[in-house]
Structures are given as C-alpha cells and as structure tokens.
C-alpha cells in the first residue's frame, strides 16, 4: 500500500515538533491527521472484526495542540494500515462479504460518509478516499517542515 509506505517514510523523517506542527492556526498537525485516520480504522473496522465498542472521540482527533510522540504518530499509523489491510484479507477471503451491511446491528452511526445500511464494500471505498487524502496532507507537512523527502 503505497499510502502507507508514504506515510511512515514521511513521519520517520520529520522530527518531533513536526509532528504536532499545523500550518495555520486552522490546519491540522501531523499529529490529528493520524488520530483521525487512526480512529476511523476503528471505528470502522474493529467494531466489525472484533465487536470493540466506539468509544472514539472524533472532536479530540482535532484539537489544536494535541499532543503525541514521533513514535505514537508511527505507531497509530502503523496501526491503522495494519487493520484495513486486515479486513482486506478477510473481505478477499470471502467475498461475498464485500455486499454485507455490517453495521446492522450496532447503534446508529453518524459518519458523513457511513450510516448503518452502507455495505462493507462502500466502507473501504470510503476508507480509501480519506486515508489517501489525509496521507496526502501529512506528506505535504512533512516536506512543508523538511523539504525534500527520501523514499528508499
């Protein structure tokens, strides 16, 4: 997954007031960007695979002056794309998972791309489109903060 090899490189380059950095007073810091992705593979995926309740707190992956380490920042990443690429094995393995509406059963949800009757393929597009667009945006910081990045 090229989204995740990106974004550990780029976090692995940056140093740790980067991580915490924002742009703008209204931009959001290394640090949110994997908070968020990192409470959206959970809310979506381990209530699933594993019947954890979402306790996420969406309003505190924003926070301005949220706090984490280089290696929290590493790890939540790690992960998430640990756990999405999880639930792509399981849907791979059984495909007729991919129309199933997992989140029947739980209580109502209030994602503005998931509700409750989307199915499990809708919910990895949707996981698509915003881990690469948040992965996008943490890269950009780090190159904002670093310059020039290294891939190898």
């Given at each position: 997954m090229s989204e995740q090899r990106g974004?550990?490189?780029?976090?692995e380059q940056v140093s740790?007031?980067?991580?915490?950095?924002?742009?703008?007073?209204?931009?959001?810091?290394?640090?949110?960007?994997?908070?968020?992705?990192?409470?959206?593979?959970h809310s979506r995926i381990e209530t699933i695979l594993y019947n954890i309740p979402d306790k996420r707190d969406r309003d505190?992956?924003?926070?301005?002056?949220?706090?984490?380490?280089?290696?929290?920042?590493?790890?939540?990443a790690q992960d998430a794309f640990d756990m999405i690429l999880l639930y792509l094995e399981q849907l791979q393995s059984e495909?007729?998972?991919?129309?199933?509406?997992p989140f029947l059963h739980l209580p109502p949800?209030?994602?503005?791309?998931?509700?409750n009757e989307t199915?499990?393929?809708n919910l990895m597009m949707a996981m698509f489109r915003e881990v690469h667009y948040h992965t996008?945006?943490?890269i950009y910081i780090a190159k904002m903060r670093k310059g020039?990045?290294?891939?190898?």
């Open positions: 974004t550990l490189k780029a976090i740790e007031e980067d991580i915490t950095w924002h742009p703008t007073p209204e931009s959001n810091s290394i640090a949110n960007l994997v908070a968020h992705i990192r409470g959206a593979a505190k992956e924003f926070e301005r002056g949220l706090t984490m380490t280089k290696e929290e920042a590493y790890q939540h495909p007729e998972q991919l129309m199933s509406q949800l209030t994602y503005s791309q998931v509700n199915t499990a393929l996008g945006q943490i020039e990045l290294t891939w190898d």
